[in-house]
């Protein structure tokens, strides 16, 4: 019998500084759902942003990708340690959203089918930090990952990146969403290390 210890016999690996304090690398992608997986058909999907008058900004499925979709390279950070890098997505970026919504407010609740909430700085969101994604690794979006489309804020630890997003909205304060309700920190930033509060 032949013991090979690589840890030990191995030069010590420098670790690779794109990953955040923590976190560990995985190859495959798991899924990470607190409740059953929504089925929304793209013909039906609405996403809407609603500001402080009330009043609700719509875009169809078709709008939404007529505001132009982007390829987008980042890494995903998940509070449970591990994390992606160089993932591929596509997506609508939300400063095209935010072109025709007038928002005094500083802080969104974003709201998925489904009923998950998670809340967000609206600066976390615009100048091209965060995308309403409809693919990742070269395919349309799969519904355990969020299809047919999900927030991609990839700054901020993954469960910011609520998936089946339905919409946006705009709040006075910094309101906790479902998780950060049960303990998450409220903004999450994965090299600040802000897992819980
Ligand atoms: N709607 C919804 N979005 C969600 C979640 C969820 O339970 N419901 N989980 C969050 C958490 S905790 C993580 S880590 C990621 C997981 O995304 P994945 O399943 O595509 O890896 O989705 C986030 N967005
Ligand atoms: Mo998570």
Not at 4 to 18: I, K
Not at 28 to 47: M, Q
Not at 76 to 92: A, N, Q
Request: aromatic fraction near 12%; include cysteine; glycine fraction near 8%.
């Amino acid at each position: 019998m032949s013991f090979v210890t690589r840890g030990f016999s191995g030069r010590a690996r420098e670790r690779d500084p794109r990953l955040p304090p923590g976190q560990t690398l995985v190859q495959d992608w798991p899924v990470l759902s607190a409740g059953p997986t929504p089925r929304i058909d793209t013909a039906e999907w609405e996403f809407v942003i609603r500001d402080e008058t009330g009043a609700d900004h719509r875009w169809s499925w078709d709008e939404l990708l007529a505001l132009g979709v982007e390829d987008i390279t980042a890494d995903i950070h998940c509070v449970t340690h591990w994390s992606k890098l160089e993932m591929p997505w596509r997506g609508v970026s939300v400063d095209k959203l935010f072109e025709n919504v007038e928002s005094q407010y500083d802080y969104v609740m974003a709201h998925s089918y489904g009923g998950y909430t998670t809340n967000v700085p609206l600066e976390d969101l615009l100048d091209g930090r965060a995308w309403i994604a409809i693919e990742a690794d070269g395919e349309p979006l799969d519904p355990e990952h969020g299809g047919p489309a999900r927030l991609l804020v990839p700054h901020l630890y993954f469960w910011k990146s609520a998936k089946w997003v339905r919409g946006l909205v705009m709040m006075p304060d910094d309101d906790p969403g479902f998780w950060e309700q049960n303990g998450y920190h409220l903004r999450g930033d994965p090299w600040k290390e802000e897992r819980y509060w």
